[in-house]
């Protein structure tokens, strides 16, 4: 497929087509990754690797799922052997 490189200022743009945007998640104002890699010009999109942690794991505690199942120290746990 081609694509056409337009003029924006003293830069030039990329005009990707409708059916790519909605197939992807791209939208206006989206940053981008770009990477060129011998003579060809790679576009990458540039996600948020933890995008959504936050409600996630408000969502994790409110259910009780982020309870340890190991406890933190067994009843027999002697930390003698640590000290100098």
């Known amino acids: 497929m081609q694509a056409s490189v337009v003029k924006i200022g003293s830069s030039v743009g990329v005009i990707i087509p409708n059916f790519i945007v909605k197939e992807t998640s791209l939208q ?4 981008l990754d770009l990477r060129l890699i011998g003579n060809s010009e790679i576009v990458l999109t540039k996600s948020n690797p933890r995008e959504g942690w936050e ?3 408000q969502k994790l505690h409110a259910e009780k799922g982020d309870q340890l199942l190991i406890p933190d120290i067994f009843e027999d746990e002697n930390f003698d052997e640590w000290k100098l």
Do not use: Q, V
Not at 28 to 31: L, N, R, V
């Open 55 to 57: 409600l996630a794991a």
């Open 28 to 31: 206006a104002g989206k940053k």
